[in-house]
């Protein structure tokens, strides 16, 4: 008898695997989760939230860190922000592990 892989993914059972949403644009999350410091982690941020690859790049491509600190650190700062409100309409309709070259500012 061959050993039972005891892989997480491997599991015979069916267990629901509970998806995660994208902090920023509210998705579920695709094949890539990045962790997310809302606070950067240079700034001494300890908290992290899953979001996309090409939702952090946009966080960032938009953003110092010094901004994410002290106006964006929450979803609702970012998503008033006019580039990251376009953005996230944008990539509503798009595959989850749709990504992107990001213009940088
Ligand atoms: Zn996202």
Same mark, same amino acid.
């Given at each position: 008898?061959?050993?039972?892989?005891?892989?997480?993914?491997?599991?015979?059972?069916? $267990?629901?695997?509970? $998806?995660?949403?994208?902090?920023?644009?509210?998705?579920?999350?695709?094949?890539?989760?990045?962790?997310?410091?809302?606070?950067?982690?240079?700034?001494?941020?300890?908290?992290?939230?899953?979001?996309?690859?090409?939702?952090?790049?946009?966080?960032?491509?938009?953003?110092?860190?010094?901004?994410?600190?002290?106006?964006?650190?929450?979803?609702?700062?970012?998503?008033?922000?006019?580039?990251?409100?376009?953005? $996230?309409?944008?990539?509503?309709?798009?595959?989850?592990?749709?990504?992107?070259?990001t213009k940088k500012?």
């Amino acid at each position: 008898m061959a050993k039972k892989n005891r892989n997480l993914w491997d599991d015979e059972d069916e $267990v629901e695997t509970p $998806v995660l949403h994208c902090w920023l644009c509210a998705r579920p999350i695709g094949a890539v989760t990045i962790w997310h410091h809302p606070i950067p982690k240079s700034r001494g941020g300890r908290d992290q939230v899953p979001v996309h690859p090409i939702c952090n790049k946009t966080i960032h491509a938009n953003f110092t860190n010094s901004d994410l600190e002290k106006r964006y650190s929450t979803a609702e700062a970012l998503l008033a922000h006019e580039a990251i409100k376009r953005f $996230v309409d944008w990539i509503a309709n798009k595959p989850l592990d749709f990504d992107a070259p990001t213009k940088k500012r």
